[in-house]
Nanobody, 117 residues
Framework: QVQLVESGGGLVQPGGSLRLSCAAFGSIFSFNDMGWYRQAPGKQRELVAGITRGGSTNYADSVKGRFTISRDNAKTTVYLQMNSLKPEDTAVYYC???????????WGQGTQVTVSS
């Protein structure tokens, strides 16, 4: 059984920072590239940051230079450090494999990030 558990979201003012964590349970982490996705109200879910098994990273243009993705293979956890947050970053954030696999087709509950003054 694969389970993805996201945490670390909250309410933050523009310009603030948050660090999200995602614990992956089940034998998927070591064999897959991982990513952080987000879904804002009325919008489709989008991939904002990805990290390969070897640690190479890539980012959506909208978050480049502000977000940093990392992974701890021993802890089967992936992180997203978010700095200089903007109101348009408000969304529910999810982690999953990149691309999404059959075994990870059921998404976790996500973690809400709200950027507002």
């Amino acid at each position: 059984q694969v389970q993805l558990v996201e945490s670390g979201g909250g309410l933050v003012q523009p310009g603030g920072s948050l660090r999200l964590s995602c614990a992956a349970f089940g034998s998927i982490f070591s064999f897959n590239d991982m990513g952080w996705y987000r879904q804002a109200p009325g919008k489709q879910r989008e991939l904002v940051a990805g990290i390969t098994r070897g640690g190479s990273t890539n980012y959506a243009d909208s978050v480049k230079g502000r977000f940093t993705i990392s992974r701890d293979n021993a802890k089967t956890t992936v992180y997203l450090q978010m700095n200089s947050l903007k109101p348009e970053d408000t969304a529910v954030y999810y982690c999953n494999t990149v691309p999404v696999r059959w075994r990870t087709r059921t998404w976790g509950q996500g973690t809400q990030v709200t950027v507002s003054s």
